[in-house]
């Protein structure tokens, strides 16, 4: 995927590619571990994010448009799925896009496509917020789709 006519990069090459959507990842785990307000978030994560990392990676990697790394490795991705059984609500969706907000901040991208990707960042995690709440409320639950 592109930005925009003008652009004929992939956000995955404007990112760095998977070095730079790496270091964009590992930030981001940075700042959730070091970030006392976003307790709530990490707590919801295992004590080792090795693993948690290089799957955001991956899948990062592909939602950029770059290699469907995730894809090979696991098959498609369907976040609400992958998320079903935690109890995401506005405050957790809220404090994950603020650590990704902060991780996008410190990355060596324009602005402007920081913009763009911090409100891509919220479709997705929306969705999982609505899916999650369904679960938790015992509501019937649809997973079907995957997020692009």
């Known amino acids: 995927m592109s930005i925009g006519a003008k652009h004929s990069k992939t956000i995955f090459q404007l990112v760095g590619g998977v070095e730079g959507v790496r270091v964009l990842c590992n930030r981001f785990y940075d700042i ?17 994010l090795s693993e948690t990392r290089e799957n955001l990676t991956l899948f990062l990697c592909g939602w950029f448009g770059g290699p469907s790394l995730y894809a090979e490795k696991f098959g498609r991705a369907n976040l609400a799925e992958i998320h079903l059984f935690f109890d995401i609500g506005y405050r957790e969706r809220d404090l994950w896009l603020a650590c990704m907000q902060k991780a996008l901040q410190q990355h060596p991208i324009e602005n402007n496509l920081k913009k763009k990707l911090l409100e891509r960042f919220g479709t997705p995690a929306e969705k999982i917020r609505i899916t999650c709440q369904q679960q938790v409320k015992g509501l019937p639950v649809l997973v079907t789709s995957t997020f692009k």
């Open 32 to 48: 959730m571990e070091k970030a006392p307000e976003a307790q709530l978030i990490r707590d919801m994560h295992p004590a080792d």
